[in-house]
């Protein structure tokens, strides 16, 4: 488990997240990347966009993420997370944009969902004002 460093508990927490940081799931049960060192939270990263066309328009998709994972989308203003009820799809795909359009020359297919199907999340409150950095993992 997670303690901060005056041996408090952290939680709920759970495992280890992006860059082996813990994974800390907020009140509304999304769950956000922390820097053991300062407490800092952060979501997952910034994802791309992918086309079924050749020229990155028409309709977006983004890779599949963990179900309540929080993270960001190319293009996209905000942090988001995928809806529970959202079904994964495999698509097909012949461009991609992380910013710049890319056109792949051979067909590409992984499991996506549609950016539509996707809710804005609000990264919580800081916690160094419910805990002590840094972190440390124990075995209670």
Known sequence: ?????????????TGLGSGSYPIYIDANG????????TLAMSDFG????????????????????LPR???RVVGVTGTWSVR?????STISYS?????TCYVY?????TV?????????????????TVFTAPLHIERR
């Open 1 to 13: 488990m997670w303690v901060d460093a005056v041996g408090t508990i952290v939680g709920p927490s």
């Open 30 to 37: 999304f769950i956000w990347s922390v820097d053991p060192r």
């Open 46 to 65: 910034e994802t791309n966009t992918y086309f079924t066309t050749a020229d990155c328009t028409g309709t977006p998709y983004v890779m599949l993420m």
């Open 69 to 71: 994972q929080a993270f």
């Open 84 to 88: 529970d009820n959202v079904a994964p």
């Open 95 to 99: 461009s991609f944009s992380n910013g």
């Open 105 to 109: 020359p051979y067909a590409n297919s």
């Open 112 to 128: 996506m969902v549609l950016v539509s199907d996707l809710i804005p999340v609000t990264p919580p409150a800081a916690l160094t």
